[in-house]
């Protein structure tokens, strides 16, 4: 990998673009052996599908990857010692990464375009419920690997089977790092067994608070799209925020979601306020349950709170701290909120959906880290790399 020029790895990505699209019927094919074997109602069911609109957008993914700058030998910093000793922090890759994750077999295109941009082998561990899907990918990327006259071991498939998940979480002196990317209970479940550096993505409980000083029209618009344009991914809406003064605009900033089947469970003042405003088989009060709950469905918890400071106690509360969102014209309020929440990503007036590393021009992304050392935010490039120090001199010692 370290020989691999940036030209090589340029040309090798488009080709696996090309070929993901040319081959789109195969891995479709394959795809629907495995969605035969899940239940349509699944909420990991979205997440495994594959489209022939969606191999092109992961096409599209890899050749914006491919013509990114590489994220190797930067020149972080340049340094020069009273002795004359130079020092210069340069970027380089992991080595080899190990990436565990659930049903979406886009990310096994995901991960190889931006590993092997970075210069990092993958192992790639998916789910039973997405192996075939993965073996048809996989397949397609070692056939241009071979082409090239790379060693298709750069990318590889591990067994479906859950013993070879204990078999990576255990692989001192071989696996760099383990990025798991998927449910709350894969996370921890990596978390706590895993004896090599672990980077957490994936779950994502997110809130949007409308405040005093919100635009309906706005927030309407926002928290639809939040909540339904993809209800199985880690940045749709989870749980409203509802400043009690504006109980009375809920049912306009709520009427979008009909159209969408969304359930709401509403705390007692939210419920009255929907009460008859709202499908009334898609309404339903809230337990303690509804709130610090991912739904991956089309379902929503709505809590009113008295002001910001509330609002900001229920995030801190419930939020797992992926993506946080503030739905306010008033400037110093916003400003609190952006300040005052600890998430990866903070937003104001702007729908949580644009949580993604190609939405924030990274070419594509490995996962939402949502912890705070090395890597925060969308994983892209420059994330899966880390440095060293290169120390150069004309025969220094030290006394």
Not at 17 to 30: G, M, R, S, W
Not at 196 to 208: D, L
Request: proline share 4%.
């Amino acid at each position: 990998m370290a020989f691999l020029t940036d030209a090589q790895i340029h040309d090798i990505l488009l080709e696996v673009a090309d070929a993901a699209e040319t081959n789109a019927q195969v891995i479709l094919l394959e795809n629907q052996k495995d969605l035969d074997l899940m239940d349509p109602k699944d909420p990991k069911y979205d997440r495994l599908k594959l489209t022939v609109e969606r191999i092109a957008g992961i096409a599209s993914d890899m050749r914006a990857v491919a013509d990114l700058p590489s994220p190797l030998g930067r020149v972080l910093s340049e340094t020069t010692r009273p002795n004359g000793m130079r020092l210069t922090k340069l970027s380089v890759a992991f080595g080899v990464i190990g990436i565990i994750y659930e049903s979406r077999p886009n990310v096994s295109f995901d991960v190889f375009s931006l590993c092997l941009k970075s210069g990092n082998a993958c192992l790639l561990k998916g789910s039973k419920d997405a192996h075939q899907s993965n073996v048809a990918i996989v397949n397609i990327i070692h056939g241009v690997l071979l082409k090239h006259g790379v060693n298709p071991a750069v990318c590889t498939l591990l067994p479906a089977e859950r013993e070879a998940t204990a078999e990576l979480l255990n692989a001192r002196g071989f696996v760099d790092l383990i990025i798991p990317r998927g449910s709350a209970n894969l996370i921890n479940f990596v978390r706590e067994n895993a004896r090599i550096p672990v980077i957490e993505t994936g779950a994502g409980i997110c809130h949007t608070y409308f405040d005093v000083d919100g635009d309906l029209e706005k927030g309407a618009a926002i928290v639809n799209n939040a909540k339904t344009r993809r209800v199985s991914v880690c940045n749709a809406l989870d749980c409203l925020l509802l400043h009690e003064s504006r109980l009375k605009d809920l049912p306009a900033l709520c009427a979008p979601l009909a159209s969408s089947n969304v359930v709401i469970y509403a705390d007692p003042q939210a419920y009255a306020a929907l009460l008859k405003k709202y499908p009334s088989e898609l309404l339903e009060p809230a337990t303690k349950e509804s709130f610090g709950t991912e739904f991956l469905d089309y379902k929503m918890a709505v809590k009113t709170v008295s002001g910001l400071q509330e609002a900001l106690q229920h995030i801190a509360k419930n939020s797992s701290q992926h993506s946080e969102c503030i739905i306010s014209e008033n400037a110093e309020t916003s400003a609190l909120f952006e300040r005052a929440v600890d998430a990866a990503c903070v937003y104001t007036n702007v729908s949580t959906a644009f949580t993604d590393g190609a939405q924030f021009g990274l070419g594509a992304e490995i996962g939402i880290s949502t912890q705070k050392l090395h890597a925060r935010g969308p994983m892209a490039l420059e994330e899966l790399t880390t440095y060293k120090w290169l120390v150069r001199g004309e025969g220094q010692i030290r006394s």
